[in-house]
């Protein structure tokens, strides 16, 4: 009877193995990819001393964060939102999501951004 376990779980976990590689990958055109809409949520000083190239900044710290993001940001677009290392960006992230957007966080931030693979 173990046997028969034991055949059963590695038959059930193989067939799982295999569904997770038939992910289907999703791809964009390059004009949908330049539809991308970047945050940066630093300070400005942070945003200056370097940022990803076409990224919006917007302090979180501002007293008027909210009222500038809602300005400027489009409702229609998946907003990617970062800061240095991920939290000031997953702060940012719940307040314009619980605002009706749809945002995305850049886990480690711009550190992890710039830091190159090893």
């Given at each position: 009877m173990k046997k028969y376990i034991v055949l059963f779980i590695l038959i059930s976990m193989n067939f799982a193995c295999s569904k997770i590689k038939e992910k289907p990958i999703t791809e964009v055109s390059q004009d949908e990819f330049k539809k991308v809409f970047l945050l940066d949520?630093?300070?400005p000083e942070e945003f200056s001393a370097g940022h990803i190239n076409n990224a919006l900044n917007i302090n979180?710290?501002?007293a008027?964060?909210?009222t500038k993001a809602q300005a400027q940001l489009p409702r229609k677009q998946t907003i990617y939102v970062y800061?240095?290392?991920g939290g000031r960006s997953a702060?940012?992230?719940e307040e314009l999501a619980a605002l009706g957007y749809t945002?995305?966080?850049l886990q480690g931030g711009f550190d992890?951004?710039?830091k190159p693979k090893q």
């Open positions: 949520v630093r300070t979180l710290f501002d008027d964060f909210i800061c240095k290392v702060k940012a992230s945002v995305v966080n992890a951004y710039v």
